[in-house]
């Protein structure tokens, strides 16, 4: 074997994977078509969840300093929701550019003594009963392939899973923009206010987002062309809707995405596993693209670092697709439900004003907030178990600190609670503490990713020692 795994694709499913990976010692070769970071803006928003798993991680703050901004709030086709609501120290979309995101990724693996291997096209793969072979420039052997390499994934076409879903039927471009003032000043701020879309009585759309240098902006239109865009579309969308009130001095990059929304039907076929936008592809709607990535590659990652080890069977891997499958489904549905409130139509107008009055009721405001931040993904249990657990004050410290090293943690208010996991002090956090998220608990067990495993009072701790962290044990 050349390596354990081979990753393809450096976005933000892939790098975190490989940092995912990296930190348990587990050998991954991560390989990427681009000869070098594009810069480009792409995705801008990250949800109250993923902050929450890169501060698991200790990477949080990294991003916080080279983010744009906050947007103190969310949205649902088009009707901002109130994040104060949510049970979170991050109740807010931080607003930084993916090609950030993917930078930080790239530092912290490179920390971990791993790199990526750029200019690399997979051409094919080969996979038996103990690995896969990997073809392109040169040929790799590995224990498993994994395909983050985006929603034109080759590992997907030639895995010929189904990709299941609605085709396209209109395109909407974004592009990287210089520019600067003409009778106005261009929004500086990031705010929800300050970036909401401009309409036309057609109902097309436009909106203008600053990426955080100055004069640099992310402009979005709607009723784009299938196929390339040029500069000089690009240009001629922007005088339609903003006249001159702003100068556009340079168009850096410019493309488009449609409204296809598709989901693969398995994201494991043997040895080979599919991840983010290779997984299921969606317009942005929502700010859930990168964040739905990165929480892909967070489940996956420690299942695979466990099995490698050789402290876990492969069983554990099935839970991978059982537990992010019905997460993606949901997160496309929404996405459809919003596209479908679209248009200048009277029907449709009228449907979104009736969702603008019921999204103010707070417990509606609520449901809404907790499900576009991605706090509520609920893995399934009884109790809190299958929730994530909130982060908070243990000690002099944040429970996520806990987190840092890749493992999972136990805490318990009592010493009796953490007998049953001394076997396993190489893979598992284990505290006393007089605080706990929850009146009715006294003891909690929780799996690298933050999600709830155990409770007490309840059934033995043994099950899901064995389930999570030593199958067969």
């Not at 679209?342 to 809404?368: S, W």
Request: proline residues 5%; contains cysteine.
């Amino acid at each position: 074997m050349d390596t354990d795994v081979v990753i393809a694709g450096a976005g933000p499913a892939g790098l975190m994977l490989a940092t995912e990976l990296a930190l348990a010692g587990v050998g991954a070769i991560v390989v990427e078509t681009l000869k070098a970071r594009s810069g480009q803006s792409k995705a801008t928003n990250l949800q109250p969840r993923t902050a929450e798993i890169l501060e698991m991680r200790g990477l949080l703050t990294g991003v916080d300093e080279r983010s744009i901004g906050r947007v103190e709030g969310g949205e649902f086709a088009g009707n901002t929701l109130d994040y104060a609501a949510l049970d979170s120290r991050y109740p807010y979309q931080m607003g930084v550019p993916q090609a950030r995101v993917e930078e930080i990724l790239e530092d912290r693996l490179a920390e971990l003594g791993r790199e990526v291997r750029r200019n690399w096209q997979l051409t094919g793969f080969d996979q038996d009963d103990d690995g896969v072979t990997v073809h392109g420039p040169e040929q790799l052997r590995a224990r498993y392939l994994i395909g983050c390499d985006g929603g034109r994934s080759t590992v997907r076409e030639l895995l010929g899973v189904e990709f299941a879903g609605t085709d396209a039927t209109r395109w909407t471009a974004v592009a990287d923009v210089v520019c600067g003032p003409g009778t106005a000043q261009p929004p500086v701020g990031w705010s929800l206010a300050g970036m909401k879309p401009r309409r036309r009585a057609d109902g097309t759309f436009a909106r203008m987002v600053p990426l955080g240098e100055p004069g640099l902006y992310r402009f979005v239109y709607s009723d784009a062309p299938e196929g390339d865009i040029t500069a000089d579309d690009v240009a001629d969308r922007f005088r339609l809707f903003y006249g001159d009130e702003y100068e556009l001095i340079d168009v850096r990059y410019a493309s488009s995405f449609s409204d296809a929304v598709r989901q693969v039907a398995k994201y494991r076929v043997g040895r080979v596993f599919l991840a983010g936008d290779a997984a299921h592809v969606h317009p942005p709607v929502g700010a859930q693209g990168m964040n739905l990535s990165v929480q892909d590659a967070f489940n996956l990652g420690w299942k695979l670092a466990a099995v490698l080890s050789g402290r876990t069977s492969e069983d554990l891997l099935n839970t991978y697709e059982s537990e992010r499958h019905p997460v993606g489904a949901r997160v496309l549905a929404t996405i459809r439900a919003q596209s479908a409130l679209q248009g200048p139509d009277l029907e449709r107008k009228t449907l979104r004003e009736i969702l603008a009055m019921l999204l103010n009721v707070p417990d509606a405001n609520r449901v809404a907030a907790d499900m576009m931040s991605g706090l509520d993904i609920d893995y399934g249990g009884a109790g809190h178990v299958g929730g994530r657990l909130p982060d908070f004050k243990v000690d002099k410290g944040w429970a996520s600190r806990l987190f840092h090293k890749g493992q999972g943690v136990l805490l318990a208010h009592d010493e009796k609670f953490l007998a049953p996991a001394a076997p396993y002090r190489d893979r598992i956090a284990a505290t006393v503490t007089d605080t706990l998220p929850w009146d009715d608990v006294q003891a909690v067990l929780i799996r690298p990713d933050g999600y709830v495993c155990w409770t007490a009072p309840g059934e033995e701790m043994t099950g899901a020692l064995r389930k999570w962290f030593q199958t067969g044990a």
